[in-house]
DNA sequence: CGTTGCGATGTTAGCGCTAACATCGTTTTA
DNA sequence: TAAAACGATGTTAGCGCTAACATCGCAACG
């Protein structure tokens, strides 16, 4: 007997079907099975149908780790966001979903919590993964985060903001929407006006809109008080602001909140104080989130298109990756969803 | 000369710097490399330094696809929840990604919209990137996708609800809070009572809690009229439902709401028409949001731990993984958390 | 002082799939 | 009618990594 050193290194396989199992049920080879799957119109009708009828007879499941790693595409887009509390990036978050699981991709969420750092070792992760495309929040990452973006080949998308990004860019004016709200406040009167930003040293998209309102004021020959709150956005942070800017500002006619949920906060905090909504004390946001329009007096604030933004920056990613275009060749990088001032009772 | 026929078929290689590069780089075999990131211990200290440099020199990233692959682990935790446009999930989200991300899981995450088909084939995608383990949100699945999670050997974790499930389940008893509430009315007097629920026919935990309520009005020979709204909870449908109860019971004197969102809505649409609540008509929710604690009068409505749970969840899910403890011999499996009454002034 | 044990590293063989090229019979084209 | 084109399927060779086993040098031990 000669000693046919057969090799019988064990491994503890998964036990799972696999496709070559099913083109031996079908009859065909696995290359053959696996076109039926991805692509089916270049396996004969007959041929298709008998491999798919061992697929669920046979209850075959994918193994999509494999398939990425043969073909170095795995449908995932990456999605980096700063925050989860903040009902903003849940709507972009919903807009993505709903467009790129549309075609097949599977979104993969990372939070940074407003950290860059967070934010780098999420993009190590995600291009780990060999994603399709990658959708991040913001125009600022740190240097290591830019060097692997940059370097990457694939569809990069910063929403949220405007301005010269790594690749696409679909966004809006944050300094032009707090400089809106500045003008409009004015307009109606108002002279003392102080500004309530929530974690601005983190959230530089508020420092922005803080920046256009102060700008607007300084114009004016008015001062432009900030009060800054240690927390993120909320309900109750709403209320503190109001508090604080009472406390540090007696004369205080109108408050710019940075966003819709500190000012329903303040609004509703006003009316349990007693202070009559604009009257006593004009109040305005950011965002026109629904319940701004459903408190009474409605809110001041200025609309933005959360979900048509998430929505248009997948349908941006996908026409790049359907024309497989080079970044530098593609037209139209950068979109402006631009923003909308929406009047209510409480200014 | 010997035509040593070299094979010439070429891949389109992803170009990227590949871990045998980074250990020739430092001079080992790519296993070395490989244990130097993964399991520095099992590598001298001067060797894993050496390949460290090396993969910081080269910009080396990690292709996560292959690792998984080789390994068949993946640390993904695939997350399913039917909707992303309630608060709920959201938290119970964050509670989860939270305590999976200090581990170093990454989440993928799945949105049904509330069908059941739509969930099975989320799992077997899910299946497909060879996840850790599953969390889905509720203990109903059709038959397909049980088929698939009872011969899965990794931890399921059903979420929101509590029953006996397929594997892991922490929860709280929607039926019992919906008696609850409906005790806590009687309680107060009210008699004619209606109850307002959103899309009940796919949302059977807002089903559960309606069951719940019918009972207890019916012991007490109340009869349990029920207003069904054909969309997702939110403040506009709120309204809506407001209205719909007061035209179609004109006697009623409190609505339950199936959550907070149409309960606030509704309160603050009373409020526009010029109804005092509690006394023209009481209002009741669900879920504790933080938005019904700042309305006046404040919300009466049962609060669930909504983050908790998602920690919980996680924390059993990770003990698991650990302990590589199989399905049926792992202990206290059922994990209660309970609800809380929260009386506030609109009942 | 041979043997055992152990820590550090290397060799080999896949994980399950698909890109690239090959083959073959049939159809179209010049 | 030979050549080119095409559609359907197969063969081969990886994708980049890690499990399992192998090796080697050195310390511990009876």
Redesign the interface.
Known sequence: MSSRKEPTRQR?G?EQITLKQVAEAAGVSAITASRALNTPERVNDTTRERILEAVERL?Y??????G??AS?R?RFIAVIVPS??N?VF?EV??GL?ETF?AQGY??????TDYDLQREYQLV??F????CSALVTAGLRHNEACL??LR?WDKPVMEVMELGEGLDLNVGLDHYGAGRCMAHHLLERGYRSIVYVGACMDRDYRAAMRFSGHREVLEAAGLPAPLVELQRLG???AG?EGLDRALAERPEVDAVHFDNDDLA??AL??A??RGLRVPEDIAIAGFNGL??GQ???PRLTTVLSPRETMGRLAAEQVLKRLENDLDRALAPQRQHDVGFTLLVGEST
Chains 1, 2 share one sequence.
């Open positions: 503890r998964s209850g499941v994918p193994n999509l780790v494999a990425s790693l170095s795995s989860l509390a009902a849940i978050i919903h979903q699981e599977q979104i993969l969420l990372g939070n190590r992760t291009l780990g993964w060999s060097g692997l370097q909320s309900l109750e209320a329903v906060g509703l905090h009316q349990r629904p319940l459903h408190v009474t």
